[in-house]
């Protein structure tokens, strides 16, 4: 049913009040993402995404790191879209081909510090937040500090938005990731 009820907006077609952040994002990437167009149904959904988004990246986790808890998230949540995009955003950013398939196959990854990143990310997830003591201790003596466990709660928030709005929408993958696709395991 959702393929019938969500509308691929245009900046045409899009409520007014989506029509400027749409048009950003197209300038930004060169295209029009089509999970945007679906998102712009909801001009708050999408303005909130990207605000959120852009701080995340902000943050104190590297470029790398970002990546692995966004893919970390868009494995477990299932959101084609968002591990076909993370995957090339991880390969620009340099990511080795074991780290990158190790992510999009939910195994433990080949470098012990984005391993336990990839762990505090589930741990958050599982837990819904309450992760056991010995789990956040873990994460700190992997070399990172509180407020990287608090940069994580937010990389969840934020691609939590995204993988269910994706989902929701049954967004489609664009032909810029389409070397990228993935589904899960089965």
């Known amino acids: 049913m959702s393929k019938h009820v969500f509308t691929v907006h245009t900046t045409d077609t899009a409520p007014e009040a989506a029509r ?15 999970a945007v167009g679906l998102m712009a149904e909801s001009p708050e ?4 995404f990207l605000t959120v988004n852009g701080i995340f990246e902000s943050c104190g986790l590297n470029e790398v790191e970002r990546e692995v808890v966004v893919l970390a998230v868009a494995v477990r949540n299932e959101c084609h879209l968002c591990v076909a995009m993370h995957t090339a955003t991880l390969a620009r950013h340099g990511g080795a081909p074991e780290l990158i398939d190790a992510l999009r196959a939910d195994t433990p990854l080949p470098d012990e ?8 990310t589930h741990a958050v997830l599982d837990h819904r937040g309450a992760v056991p003591d010995e789990e956040l201790s873990a994460f700190l003596a992997a070399g990172y500090q509180p407020r990287h466990a608090l940069d994580v709660v937010l990389g969840v928030g934020t691609y939590t938005i995204s993988t269910f709005a994706n989902r929701l929408t049954r967004a489609p993958l664009d032909p810029p990731v389409a070397a990228y696709a993935w589904e899960p395991a089965a």
């Open 20 to 34: 400027s952040t749409m048009n950003g994002v197209r300038r930004a990437l060169g295209h029009l993402p089509g």
């Open 45 to 48: 959904l999408l303005q909130g």
């Open 113 to 120: 510090r984005l391993e336990a990143l990839r762990r505090f």
